[in-house]
């Protein structure tokens, strides 16, 4: 066991989940954490949406919320960081308690309702790494109390539109009433068609991907793969937290409201993946997010049709030394499979996936 797990891990979790969350991030911006970035395997790498990805690796939206640490996650090892969500305005979230840990599940529950610092804070950050190697994501969202919620993701593109490497558009959170309601084929239309025309109004192209739940029916999963093709939008992500409650050990905790994410949440999400990458095809860019917490779980979400994929809850679990370790494990699964390209297994077992039922 790594000295995260036998050290560390029961210490932070027995701390507030929160808190614990912030201590880490002041951990990492210290840079009291292991050095443990791995030697680059260049069969890892990916060339997608205009952007050269070291590894396919990423963390996902959530644990950075403010631009705080992207560095410190980066040198990690991660191939590329989502920071936010981030709204235009600051604003607190929900009420406390609001992030619950399910231990023998591997799982997290949260609603925690975009709470970050806003635009402005998150842009000096930003502005402050310019010119610093690395790819980082900004996660887009909108205020809770926005009269005009369109209005909210269009200011984050002519907001970040000089320093994201790409933006991920977050409509997927179950956390701020009515988010999901913007998944509906005309509504997400119009979203899509105002964010689109904000990005190509900017000096520089960056990349516009989409973020979606994994809690929809095939019509409706039918309804975001039409209108993401037909925006030609660069990408998209499958997916954030689950409202459903599969079967949990911890079942007292299960009933807190909010979002499903980790372990528990692999098997959906990556149906749901394999699911859209057939309705979307070969080409779209898609990024794997729910459950990974190994080199294994990794390689099932790219088989399943992942060209990218994010962790968030396995890090938790798993700690600093983790992505070192998917990506080593990763290289290892290429040498037994003789696959000279980590691109080489993508969708290879989508037809397998597709089928299965959560």
Not at 290 to 296: L, Q, V
Request: glycine fraction near 10%.
């Amino acid at each position: 066991m790594s000295a995260f797990g036998s050290l560390v891990r029961p210490l932070l979790f027995r701390i507030d989940p929160e808190k614990a969350h912030g201590l880490s991030l002041k951990v990492l911006s210290s840079g009291l954490h292991p050095s443990v970035r791995p030697d680059r395997d260049p069969r890892l790498a990916r060339n997608l949406f205009g952007l050269q990805f070291p590894n396919p690796l990423g963390i996902a939206a959530g644990l950075d919320k403010n631009a705080e640490v992207p560095d410190p996650l980066l040198a990690l090892g991660f191939g590329f960081v989502e920071i936010g969500t981030i709204t235009p305005k600051p604003q607190p979230g929900n009420p406390k308690p609001r992030l619950f840990r399910l231990v023998e599940d591997h799982g997290v529950i949260n609603r925690l309702g975009f709470n970050n610092a806003g635009h402005a804070a998150a842009r000096l950050r930003l502005q402050a790494r310019r010119g610093k190697p690395g790819l980082v994501g900004v996660n887009i969202g909108a205020n809770k109390d926005a009269v005009d919620r369109v209005a909210d993701y269009v200011a984050g593109i002519e907001t970040f539109a000089d320093l994201a490497s790409y933006f991920t558009v977050n409509v997927s959170s179950p956390n701020t009433p009515g988010l999901r309601d913007l998944q509906a084929k005309g509504a997400l239309d119009e979203l899509l068609a105002r964010v689109l025309e904000a990005r190509d109004a900017q000096a520089r192209r960056v990349p516009v991907l989409l973020k979606i739940a994994p809690d929809m029916a095939e019509a409706g999963l039918a309804d975001v793969a039409e209108v993401a093709l037909a925006r030609k939008i660069d990408g998209v992500i499958v997916s954030n937290t689950t409202i459903s409650r599969p079967k949990l050990i911890d079942a007292a905790t299960a009933k807190e409201t909010g979002g499903l994410s980790g372990r528990p949440l692999f098997r959906l999400s990556t149906i749901q993946l394999a699911r859209f990458r057939k309705l979307v095809g070969p080409e779209m860019p898609l990024v794997g997010v729910g459950g990974i917490e190994s080199a294994e779980t990794a390689f099932a979400k790219i088989t399943a049709g992942a060209d990218l994929v994010q962790i968030y809850s396995g890090f938790v679990y798993g700690g600093p030394g983790l992505p070192a370790s998917i990506l080593a494990g990763l290289s290892r699964i290429l040498d037994r499979r003789g696959m000279s390209s980590i691109a080489d297994a993508v969708g290879i077992e989508t037809e397998k996936w597709a089928a299965e039922t959560a």
